[in-house]
């Protein structure tokens, strides 16, 4: 299946993600009896004020400051420009390329354009703009060496387009569609749009932006922003609270819209008993979608849970921690990123999606996932039950045997 063959004008065309027919029956574009041709669903954008118009109307930005100061950049240095938008996580995971396009270009000029600009590594990416009406504007009328989009959503895909570079790597719009800017970007095109050919992908999510990027993947690790202070001031209140036990941060959940990932109530509870019994000591961690989740854990187990925080004090915390328990969320990313040892719980996904880097072990249910990429389940017993508590036991002094190492 090549991205020449995808049936854009289809109704059912979903602009970056497997169309219901695909969900429901495996069907591709050159296979399938569910065509319905609809020319509405084009958008052809013929000159740069056409996409930025349309940027603005799909996005409805509200009025925010102007950003009005050129920034003076040496001539020699490559200008780059990144279009990461989210989430949080996905952000994260994309900075191993800053390392690699310092190792092939030297001196490099980084602009990058999110919606989680708290993320972005400020000590390494020059120019960090939140994704808004002045930022868009403002970059709109750059000039670039580089410029790459690793976002199908339609307004990154038009950004690209507009922007003034010498080269384009990932996603542009193009023909009134989402599109290609080079080859190498076709096999994350297509493996996003068809989930049967998705589940038979074996590269990991860092080989295929690499790729994208006409690189190739050597292990270069995640950037994040990190407050070291606030670390350090953590660091002296776990002395007190963990008394020089391995501290095992367990992130019980991912938010509210991926319950099919949660691992069930009473084998968390059951998990921290035992490791308490072992003399770990439990950390109970997430957002405010797991606080009730957590003060609950807390109640049964004694387990410690210090409340909500904000990201960089997030971030703080777990780098305070030695082994990281985690479904597949942000969590994993900031525990890869700061070279924690961890424990992924993964079902609806391709497994070959996650490179940790020699640092961690992903646990599956023995039973498999009827739901790929799904946020609801069929089975009668979800499959995240087959996990047992003793596995995942395993797996953590296994984890704990590597710290000692």
Same mark, same amino acid.
């Given at each position: ?20 027919? =695909? ?61 990461? $938008? ?30 989680s600009p708290q993320v972005v590594p400020k000590d390494e990416v020059d120019l960090v703009y939140k994704w808004n009406e002045a930022s868009v504007s403002f970059l ?24 003034? +570079? ?56 995640? $950037?994040?922003? $990190? ?14 609270? +963990? ?156 984890? =704990?045997?590597? $710290?000692?190492?």
């Amino acid at each position: 299946m090549r991205s020449k063959d995808v049936k854009y004008d289809c109704s059912h065309f979903e602009g970056h993600i497997p169309c219901k027919p =695909n969900k429901q029956f495996d069907v591709q574009c050159d296979n399938c009896s569910h065509y319905d041709k609809d020319i509405s669903v084009i958008i052809n954008l013929d000159t740069q004020k056409s996409l930025l118009q349309e940027i603005y109307k799909i996005c409805d930005f509200t009025k925010e400051d102007i950003v009005t100061e050129k920034p003076i950049i040496p001539k020699h240095v490559t200008k780059i420009l990144f279009i990461k $938008l989210g989430a949080i996580g996905d952000v994260i995971r994309t900075t191993p390329l800053i390392e690699k396009y310092k190792n092939e270009y030297g001196d490099c000029h980084f602009s990058w354009i999110t919606h989680s600009p708290q993320v972005v590594p400020k000590d390494e990416v020059d120019l960090v703009y939140k994704w808004n009406e002045a930022s868009v504007s403002f970059l709109a009328n750059q000039d670039f060496d580089i410029a790459i989009n690793l976002d199908k959503d339609k307004e990154a895909c038009m950004l690209l387009s507009h922007v003034n +570079a010498k080269s384009k790597f990932g996603f542009i719009w193009k023909d009134g569609h989402i599109n290609i800017a080079t080859e190498k970007a076709e096999h994350k095109l297509i493996t996003g749009l068809f989930d049967h050919i998705s589940k038979k992908n074996t590269k990991n999510y860092l080989e295929e932006i690499f790729e994208i990027c006409h690189f190739e993947f050597n292990k270069e690790e995640y $950037l994040i922003n $990190l407050n070291e202070d606030l670390s350090n001031q953590w660091k002296e209140k776990f002395k007190r609270l +963990a008394s020089g036990k391995t501290i095992i941060g367990l992130n019980t959940g991912c938010g509210l819209r991926w319950k099919t990932r949660l691992w069930p109530k009473d084998y968390w509870v059951e998990l921290i008993k035992d490791l308490e019994k072992q003399g770990y000591f439990c950390l109970l961690m997430g957002g405010p979608d797991e606080d009730e989740t957590n003060r609950y854990y807390q109640l049964k187990t004694g387990a410690t849970y210090l409340g909500t925080f904000s990201l960089e004090e997030f971030i703080a915390i777990t780098n305070n921690t030695d082994i990281i328990v985690t479904p597949v969320s942000m969590m994993m990313h900031i525990a890869l990123a700061l070279k924690k040892q961890l424990m992924l719980f993964h079902n609806i996904f391709n497994v070959h999606e996650f490179e940790l880097y020699g640092r961690g072990v992903i646990i599956e249910p023995t039973s498999g996932c009827d739901c790929y990429f799904g946020n609801s389940c069929s089975r009668e017993k979800r499959c995240m039950n087959d996990i047992s508590v003793q596995d995942v036991l395993s797996n953590i002094v296994f984890l =704990n045997m590597n $710290l000692k190492k």
